[in-house]
């Protein structure tokens, strides 16, 4: 079954970080306005790919605006 088919879930923290992603926030922006490090923050975006089948931050971004996964800007 097709990615875009199914409905995705994300944790608290997946949604934070994409709504900072939308932001335009870099990795190390992120990981300091959530209180964690930066691999955290890359291992998150690389999960969010994994489930979203994209493979840029600007492909996830259109992939969350699309699904309502987050609120347009």
């Known amino acids: 079954m097709s990615t875009s088919l ?3 879930e994300l944790t608290p923290r997946q949604a ?6 939308a ?4 990795s190390k ?6 209180g964690i490090n930066r691999e955290s923050v890359d291992i998150c975006l690389m999960r ?3 489930k979203t089948d ?4 600007a492909q996830l971004v259109g ?3 699309t699904h309502n996964l987050i609120p347009p800007a």
């Open 6 to 8: 199914l409905k995705i």
């Open 16 to 21: 934070a970080i994409l709504t900072l992603v």
């Open 23 to 26: 932001q335009g926030e870099t």
């Open 29 to 34: 922006k992120i990981a300091q306005r959530l």
């Open 48 to 50: 969010l790919f994994r």
């Open 54 to 57: 994209t493979s840029s931050r």
């Open 63 to 65: 992939y969350a605006l």
